[in-house]
């Protein structure tokens, strides 16, 4: 799904970095490699790679992955031979040797319908060590639930394309399915030449599968995980209705 806009997601997600420092944290106590479960274009895979920490990053979008090895392409031969990239699928897939954390970074689990989280976790516990970590990192379901099912479209953001040097505007539009605790987004891309000339749209449609607290605990436990916390940030704050994320540590 991320293909059609891989060439914007790092304009998309320019200034998100508020999660890096805890992630660093969780590398630091961890005593073995990590794996990077939707990687995307390499924003927090290089980060920890550049620190000197051994990651494989999964996709399964080939667009994204793409761009994550051009980026890998212009590091230093030390931060390029600390990091293995795969294309593969997060609720099926099979790698060579285990990690001592697992990442499912900044929203990247709302991907998947609750059926494939199920098998997700359950992959990523074959593949973590004994006393491995995991990882998960969601906006807050509760404020998800919220969203005004109005469908109409709003203006989201305005960046440049630094390739292009086109300006681009990032609109969406939203859909509620309460009862399947679905979120379907379309997000539309205008890009304007610089010189003038006719608007580039792009198109992508999402669907958010979002689950609640005591959802997630009950998946975790299933698969074999043991909650150590939940936070409602980065800063280690506990969880409450009003906070900014749904942050879950788990070992096993």
Not at 167 to 181: C, H, I, W
Request: glycine letters at 6%; proline letters at 4%; charged letters at 15%.
């Amino acid at each position: 799904m991320y293909d059609t806009i891989a060439h914007y997601y790092d304009c998309i997600h320019a200034e998100l970095t508020a999660d890096l420092p805890t992630i660093h944290q969780l590398a630091n106590q961890a005593n073995g490699p990590i794996l990077d479960c939707g990687c995307g274009t390499g924003r927090v895979l290089l980060s920890l790679a550049r620190a000197g920490f051994t990651v494989t990053g999964i996709d399964n979008s080939e667009a994204m992955l793409a761009r994550a090895q051009d980026k890998l392409a212009q590091e230093a031969s030390e931060v390029r031979a600390r990091v293995t990239l795969v294309q593969a699928d997060m609720a099926d897939f099979a790698l060579d040797g285990h990690f001592a954390l697992a990442l499912i970074p900044y929203n990247t689990l709302f991907h998947l319908p609750s059926t494939q989280v199920t098998q997700a976790l359950a992959r990523l516990r074959h593949h973590l060590l004994a006393g491995g970590r995991l990882f998960i990192d969601l906006a807050n379901p509760l404020a998800i639930a919220q969203t005004p099912d109005d469908r109409l479209l709003t203006l989201e953001q305005t960046f440049t394309d630094p390739l292009a040097g086109h300006t681009v505007l990032q609109l969406a539009s939203n859909r509620l399915d309460d009862e399947a605790q679905t979120l379907h987004i379309i997000w539309i891309y205008d890009a304007t030449p610089v010189n003038g000339g006719p608007i580039h749209r792009t198109i992508s449609q999402f669907k958010y599968h979002y689950l609640y607290p005591h959802q997630l605990e009950l998946l975790l436990h299933q698969t074999g995980f043991q909650l150590e916390t939940m936070w409602g940030n980065y800063d280690g704050s506990p969880f409450n209705e009003e906070s900014e994320r749904l942050i879950l540590i788990a070992n096993i």
